[in-house]
């Protein structure tokens, strides 16, 4: 039978292993998870078991033979497929009722049937589709960096903050004029210089390190961006939040407020940017190998060391200091930290400052890796909240592994043959209303 | 005891906040015709009464259908409570059924999509219902289709927290944009859709139909209004409004939480749904640029929070002040101002509805026409009449 695809023979043999790994590997670690969690978390009834293997195992079984069959699979992939009658009319009739049930008395078992195939859909993405994966993981780290900082807020003060990403587009602005102190016109050549000084007046700021685009001139603009949008931040925290917080309003105001501002933002980007999409550097992007056949751009390098640096601040910054102590005492219970003499006041402050440093290195690291563009920061809400919610809202360590699962999935899905590159966000939102079906809290969000 | 007095909740009488609405109300329709009179000249040499009373037809179409996306919102956000920051996609989805159901057979190698179903519609040829039977059935199928995608969307998120159906309806705004930009065959691509067919567009000449469509948007627009103004005085309305106010109470009480909150959801899409209909039929072409986050969905916010979330009156005020400033924002653009602030006017306009929405927010939370207190002004009424009441006297 001719495959869809045709032109890709040299990935047959990989399909192939892939599935002859990869269904064993795949029954294997859902066993075990299973196993484990079964064991000490009893099911109520074998109509559950029946559920969470439809649901978890047999469902994903199928779109993965289908999707093999796609790439040239043959034999494995369409025993897996002669199946699908039953399974989604299992799934459909019997799975999809008792998802309630499954959620509200055992979740763990969703919690091992989500698991699973995280790791088997990554395991599968390196075999297959690895340059996608390398690119997943790199827009993953700085969904993560963005998404640690909306779940802060959202665990401090329990509001979805809608101008995230547009808060993160125009830090990533405000670092293109640090570095170069232009706004630019409608017009080409209308550049008008509005700062005196700038970075890339430094001796040597130009000049590209290593193999990256750019030279140390950005790094610095980078840390000056998050230094103004901390302070952007809790200024307008002052200004709007903390007297919506006085007059004791809904946190639905909350929300929409934040999308005022977000379009406040965004026109702020257009009024002095205009609408063409920028690049910090002319320069020229440099490719580097890597083992195993992976290969990427030097900037992506880059990228990922800084997310690193920044996640593991963070991470001390949370679990380690007295601030961040109170920030997840707060996070947890605003009322018993208030009586136990936390200043509530000074920790918000502090939560805006750390979200801001946080958007605006996640804005910045964006730009390099995509572009400057006022259009990415509405959309660009989709991903943050599904790595949010993934993680579980208000859970720091949770949003750091969703950013990775969303921006995988993101990256690995439009490779297929039926998604186009532009479905991306709308890859994301799948993610998001997923995760909202099987287990609205996350995975390793609280019982509410 | 005057009144008043006896009727605290229900004060007769002006209130600062009639004479701010009277006067920001009458100033926008002053100031329009003058905008129309300036904008006219260099179309019609001499003609400028004519240009101004088409100007502001043309003006009055446009509110009529943003005030019918406006009290939509209402439903949603203003009487239950429901937030919807994706009427972009109710509102296109409504706009893109109608288009493919009353306009012909797709025509050149061009043109793509389903549907065209406009010309199989003349069922019976001595009346002519091609004049009104397509615009009747694509209406309706743009209403149910809305509510239908209201519904699906509503299932998973509406139980959860209230700030989940925010994020989803976002989602669902980027994919509607997506489908239709992306899928070629559907509905024509980012090349859009021309020439959709207007309502009664055979009997009035093309350039006069504004004065038609004017009457027709105005009866959808009073119809629905009153309907509207029905549902929530009903029973049921008034559990909607107890459910913004207090869930917990609400829930208390009895009543099914979930299932009101999805049927104003849905209600309200469909009502978008009709205004997206409206939209296909005032503009007869439709494209995805035109349907921006900013243009579709964030403005009918400033129009509701301006004019008065929860209350319809409010809505259709805001629908008109809002798109009134936006009209005289546009003379600003007329005057010699420089390249540098003239080429970045249009944004300058999103900037300050942003700020609007804000500054409503913080200044004057109920916005131009604030909701009329029902319920908890009857409960403050009878708190105070026993409060003053004489003590009963003690139990000896």
Known sequence: MASPVGDLPQLSIWVEVGLLV??????????????????????????????????????PLHIGGWLAYQYGGSLEALLLLTIWPYVWLTAVVYGLPRIEQLRSHDDNINFGGIIANIVVFVF???????????????????????????TLIFGVLKFAHFAHGDSMMLSAFVAWLLLNGIIVGERAGSETTLLPVNVNDLPGAESAIWDFSFGY???????????????????????????????????????????????????VILIFWGPTPRLYTPGIRNRIDLPFDVSLLADQVFILAAAFVVTAVVYVLLFRTKL???????????DLARISGIDTDRIITWTWAVSGCLIAIAGVLLALQAHLDSELGFTLLLPLFAAAIVGGLGNPLGALVGGFVVGITQEVAVTFDFLSPGYKFSVAFAVLILILVVRPRGLFGERS | ????????????????????????????????????????????????????????????VTVGVFALLTLALNIQWGYAGVINFGVLAFFMLGAYVTAVITKGDPQGDFTDYIGGWGDDLNLIPALATNQWLPFVVATAAAAIAAGLLAFLVAFPTLRLREDYLAIATIGIAEVMRRVVIEERWMVNGSRGLTGVPQPLG???????????????????????????ERAVRSPWGRVLLGLRDDEEATAASGKNVFAFKTQSFVLGAAIMGVGGSMYAYAFSALSPDAFTHLFATFIFWAMLMVGGSGNNKGAIA?????????????????YELGDLVQSRMPYLRGLLLGVAIVGVLLIRPLGL???????????????????SAPAPPAEP
Do not use: C
């Open chain 1, 324 to 334: 961040g102590k109170a920030m997840r005492a707060m996070a947890d219970n605003p």
């Open chain 2, 369 to 387: 026409l604030p909701q009329e207190r029902r319920v908890s002004a009857w409960v403050e009424r009878r708190v105070k009449k026993e409060r």
């Open chain 1, 124 to 150: 599968a993405a390196a075999i297959w589709e690895h340059d996608a994966l390398t690119v997943g993981i790199v827009l993953g780290a700085i969904i993560a960096l963005g998404a640690v900082g909306l």
């Open chain 1, 217 to 267: 001139g950005l790094i610095v603009a980078m840390l000056l961006a998050a230094v103004l949008t901390a302070g952007l931040m809790v200024g307008i925290d002052r200004m709007v939040y903390r007297r919506l917080r006085k007059r004791k309003s809904d946190i639905v105001i909350f929300a929409i407020a934040s999308l005022g501002l977000a379009f406040v933002m965004r026109s």
């Open chain 1, 22 to 59: 990869g269904v064993p590997l795949y029954a294997a670690v859902f066993a075990a998870l299973f196993q484990s969690l079964v064991g000490y978390n009893r099911l109520r009834s074998s109509s559950d078991i029946f559920t969470a293997v439809t649901l978890w195992l047999l469902v």
């Open chain 2, 318 to 334: 805001g629908a008109y002040v809002v798109w009134g400033l936006w009209t005289l924002s546009l003379q600003m653009q007329g």
């Open chain 2, 202 to 228: 055979n009997i009035v000449d093309q350039s006069d139909y504004k004065y038609l469509n004017v009457v027709i948007i105005g009866i959808v627009v009073i119809l629905i209004f009153f309907a509207l």
């Open chain 2, 1 to 60: 005891m005057t009144h008043a007095d006896k009727h605290p909740g229900r004060a007769r009488g002006l209130k600062p906040s009639d004479f701010i609405a009277t006067a920001v109300l009458l100033g926008i329709t002053i100031a329009i015709p003058f905008i129309a009179y300036e904008q006219s000249r260099g179309a019609l040499p001499d003609g400028n009464l004519a240009g101004t009373f088409s100007f502001y037809t043309a003006f009055l």
